[in-house]
Nanobody, 112 residues
Framework: QVQLVESGGGYVQPGGSLRLSCAAS??????MVWYLQAPGKQRELVAA???????TILDSVNGRATISRDDAKNTAYLELRNLKTEDTGVYYC????????WGQGTQVIVSA
């Protein structure tokens, strides 16, 4: 089955860390993008990684996020550190392989 599956979300206190995963099945992972959809807001780009591993981190998480990939596992990762309440929302990964694929999302709740 061709799909993207995210995991790794959860409940975390401010200042905590999480590592989100995006696993591709049925195709080889190409360039990949992470989005955050905060409650009541549109999806916003958070980070991206090229097929060659070059990262792009947006200002909202700059200095607090690392994006990486393991092509042997066909998986990309987004590590978030020093989490803030405004990081709360559903994180989605997206890639293209002939067509655009979105994962189902993984929820992150940052709260004291």
């Amino acid at each position: 089955q061709v799909q993207l599956v995210e995991s790794g979300g959860g409940y975390v206190q401010p200042g905590g860390s999480l590592r989100l995963s995006c696993a591709a099945s049925g195709f080889s992972l190409n360039a990949m993008v992470w989005y955050l959809q905060a409650p009541g807001k549109q999806r916003e780009l958070v980070a991206a990684i090229s097929s060659g591993g070059s990262p792009t981190i947006l200002d909202s998480v700059n200095g607090r996020a690392t994006i990486s990939r393991d092509d042997a596992k066909n998986t990309a990762y987004l590590e978030l550190r020093n989490l803030k309440t405004e990081d709360t929302g559903v994180y989605y990964c997206k890639t293209k392989s002939g067509r655009t694929y979105w994962g189902q999302g993984t929820q992150v709740i940052v709260s004291a």
